[in-house]
């Protein structure tokens, strides 16, 4: 299938053509308000309206809690589209027909082992339904309960027991090599030509998240080890980036906003076919950071339903820490003493399912329910263990507010004082990727200076002070450099060229809290020195420093006039600096 070529052109013209106003109504109600408009922020609870959107320059901003961006960062927000999900839902919108650009041979080498999968799994899915369905797959799928619609549905085969079915059937249409880098057959050792990677297994097919079947998960049936043989890292199967079950789910994940996180194919299949949304699976290996952002992309919530015995309960504890360290906000469901959500589901029903989900707890109140009952009667060196056992958890935790929290309970339940928890924590905290942030000392002078120049509101003595080497904090700085000509010029500012420019969602965000920032009054103008001035010293402090390091690299190379040069360049500027106390 052809992709779509998303340049900044196009980018651009889709965004101009997009009514920001609509997109955002149709989630929370909006107000006209001068020449913006208002209304209650979507992203956290508030009475107040704090959240602005312009129709004219395409931002919204919440001074509330600093959410903003573009039409394309809402939708992401909103409806977890990634970015070209969000281009692509908007061209649809607007009637803009996207341009697709020609496939690589590397797109083309991945569609032909896609093709090599999808016909492995209509031979397997034939070999299940050969002889009326009576071999170890279609016996072991009776005895598990698993009615036909299911293995329909959800597309079950059978490997038979034999080293060399899919090379008979499909060596002629794709060859040894495209077989094995598709991770269906394997190489002999020792000896020339290849074998079956998958033999007498029920063969579950692995779809990524647009849908492709990108491989299997054979499930042993005549008691072989593993359990559970997954296809090998390949051009289109990496297990660290997928998740069982997810092209089913993203759509239900959006839209409630939870995802349930399940062990294995079958709980996820029986939890998926009840008809409840969103579940996915690890497909039995140990969560990774990339499945958990992978969630991230669809929901900040997760529920986690792993095995109800104490490897499951041990499993579900690493999963958390994992999700935690995500972002994401972790809960988990005790199944009350059963095996796994299938066979809870296989006995009680949906209702009772559905009702243990509501009753969901925090994931720190799942682990005091593991590690702390009998904190009580534990002796000092036990005591100890315990709480360490909690340090990854309370570590991965990135927001401090909510890892404080949680460290005031752990040190209750232990019956310690807060320090002593906070003590084995402190420095290893870890934090979620985030874009460049605020960090000059004199970010928020600089801010409002720049918002100034954006209002028309800076004189032109003041304006012509203005210098991108005066801002430290390098949004602000990047977001000067593309207005700077529009100031000096007159000219209105062209917002959709700026945002073509920027680079990461920071700058966007302070972009739109500049631009929709309330009109500067009079009184505050007057005091634009008290800001201005600060920015001139710290640059020429900075300049000072530099010029001395300057001078002592030219004093050890012996190049005298460049001495020369240098000292009476920070004379000068010591001069300056001494007009702007």
Same mark, same amino acid.
């Given at each position: 299938m052809a992709l779509v070529d998303l340049d900044d052109a196009i980018i651009s013209r889709v965004r101009e053509?997009? &009514? @920001?106003? &609509?997109? @955002?109504?149709?989630?929370?109600?909006? !107000?006209?308000?001068?020449?913006? #408009?208002?209304?209650?922020?979507?992203?956290? *609870?508030?009475?107040?309206?704090?959240?602005?959107?312009?129709?004219? %320059?395409?931002? $919204?901003?919440?001074? =509330?809690?600093?959410?903003?961006?573009?039409?394309f960062k809402f939708l992401a927000l909103t409806e977890r589209f990634t970015f070209p999900e969000a281009v692509e839902h908007v061209a649809a919108r607007v009637g803009i027909e996207l341009p697709r650009r020609q496939k690589t041979r590397r797109d083309n080498d991945k569609d032909d082992l896609l093709e090599a999968i999808d016909d492995a799994s209509e031979a397997f899915n034939q070999e299940l339904r *050969?002889?009326?369905?009576?071999?170890?797959?279609?016996? #072991?799928?009776?005895?598990?309960?698993?009615?036909?619609? +299911?293995?329909?549905?959800?597309?079950?085969?059978?490997?038979?027991?034999?080293? &060399? #079915?899919? /090379?008979?059937?499909?060596?002629?249409?794709?060859?040894? %090599?495209?077989?094995?880098?598709a991770g269906l057959v394997t190489p002999r050792q020792g000896k020339s =030509?290849? #074998?079956?990677?998958?033999?007498?297994?029920?063969?579950?097919?692995?779809?990524?998240?647009?849908?492709?079947?990108? =491989?299997?998960?054979?499930?042993?049936?005549?008691?072989?080890?593993? %359990?559970?043989?997954?296809?090998?890292?390949?051009?289109? $199967?990496? !297990?660290?980036?997928?998740?069982?079950? /997810?092209?089913?789910?993203k759509d239900a994940m959006r839209r409630v906003d939870r995802a349930i996180l399940v062990e294995g194919y079958f709980d996820a299949i029986a939890i998926d076919y009840a008809g409840v949304p969103g579940v996915v699976a690890s497909m039995g290996t140990s969560l990774t950071a990339g499945q958990a952002s992978l969630i991230r992309r669809f929901t900040r919530k997760v529920v986690i339903c792993y095995d109800g015995d104490n490897a499951g309960r041990a499993a579900t504890l690493r999963a958390a820490e994992v999700l935690l360290g995500g972002g994401l906000d972790v809960q988990v469901l005790d199944l009350h003493g059963e !095996?796994?959500?299938?066979?809870? @589901?296989? !006995?009680?029903?949906?209702?009772? $399912?559905?009702e243990l989900l509501s009753n969901a707890t925090d994931v720190f109140t799942f682990a005091l329910q593991e590690w702390a009952t009998d904190a009580a009667g534990l002796g000092g060196r036990l %005591?100890?263990?315990? +709480?360490?056992? $909690? +340090?990854?958890? /309370?570590?991965? +935790?990135?927001d401090p507010v909510m890892r404080n929290d949680a460290a005031q309970r752990v040190a209750d339940a232990f019956h310690l004082e807060f320090s002593t928890v906070w003590s084995r924590i402190r420095g290893k905290a870890s934090a979620v990727p985030q874009e460049r942030q605020l960090t000059a000392p004199n970010a928020t002078a600089e801010k409002f200076v720049l918002t100034a120049a954006m209002q028309g509101r800076l004189s032109a003595e003041r304006l012509g002070r203005l210098r991108e080497e005066l801002f430290e904090d390098a949004g602000c700085k990047t977001i000067f450099s593309f207005i700077k000509s529009d100031l000096l010029s007159g000219q209105p500012i062209d917002f959709e060229q700026i945002r073509t420019h920027l680079r990461g969602e920071e700058e966007l965000r302070l972009l739109s809290e500049l631009a929709l920032s309330d009109d500067i009054d009079d009184r505050s103008l007057d005091?634009?020195?008290?800001? /201005?001035?600060?920015?001139?010293?710290?640059?020429?402090?900075?300049?000072?420093?530099?010029?001395?390091? &300057?001078?002592?690299?030219?004093?050890?190379?012996?190049?005298?006039?460049?001495?020369?040069?240098?000292?009476?360049?920070k004379m000068e500027l010591s001069r300056i600096l001494s007009t702007l106390k």
């Open positions: 053509a997009a &009514d @920001i106003v &609509d997109f @955002i109504s149709q989630v929370t109600p909006l !107000k006209v308000a001068g020449k913006s #408009y208002k209304g209650l922020c979507p992203f956290h *609870r508030e009475k107040s309206p704090s959240f602005s959107v312009d129709r004219a %320059k395409g931002l $919204f901003y919440c001074f =509330g809690c600093g959410t903003g961006g573009d039409v *050969r002889y009326e369905g009576n071999n170890p797959a279609a016996r #072991y799928l009776h005895e598990r309960g698993v009615p036909p619609e +299911v293995v329909q549905k959800y597309g079950f085969g059978y490997a038979p027991d034999a080293w &060399d #079915y899919i /090379l008979r059937r499909l060596t002629q249409k794709h060859g040894e %090599k495209k077989l094995e880098l =030509g290849f #074998y079956d990677r998958f033999r007498n297994r029920l063969m579950i097919p692995i779809h990524s998240e647009t849908g492709a079947l990108v =491989g299997f998960g054979g499930r042993s049936l005549d008691g072989s080890e593993p %359990k559970y043989l997954n296809s090998p890292e390949s051009e289109v $199967f990496n !297990k660290s980036r997928l998740l069982y079950n /997810l092209h089913r789910s !095996k796994d959500p299938d066979t809870l @589901i296989q !006995k009680h029903g949906l209702d009772r $399912f559905t %005591k100890s263990e315990r +709480v360490e056992r $909690f +340090v990854p958890l /309370l570590g991965a +935790v990135p005091r634009i020195d008290e800001n /201005l001035r600060p920015m001139e010293r710290s640059f020429v402090d900075r300049r000072k420093l530099q010029i001395q390091r &300057d001078i002592v690299e030219a004093e050890k190379s012996g190049d005298l006039r460049r001495v020369d040069q240098l000292v009476a360049e």
